[in-house]
């Protein structure tokens, strides 16, 4: 078995356990949602203040485009609701990262 599919084994059973159900144009995704700005502060300083993002694998970024809407399924407080995509980083690793900006 090649190491590209060993990855995509790995990432499954990830992804399955750990994802974060969201909806990009409606389209059902799993990913690793992260809103920086819910991390905890360290004293007092912040550990993050960069823009939220969900990291999807490549396959499921067929069709994704900049402007499109995602619906992250959290709760407000972990930073679900609604977003637009500001732009898309793959990342070289079988997995993309989406930038997100939060939409009213």
Partial sequence: MAFRDLID???????????????????????????????????????????PHLVIRVGDNTGVDTRQSVVVDLPPEDGGGNYIITRIEPGGDGLVTLVLRKTP
Avoid: C, Y
């Fill in 9 to 51: 084994d790995l990432d499954e059973v990830v992804f399955d356990v750990l994802g974060d159900l969201a909806h990009i144009e409606g389209r059902e995704v799993l990913g690793m949602f992260s809103a920086p700005w819910l991390q905890p502060k360290l004293g007092q300083i912040n550990t993050g203040l960069r823009e």
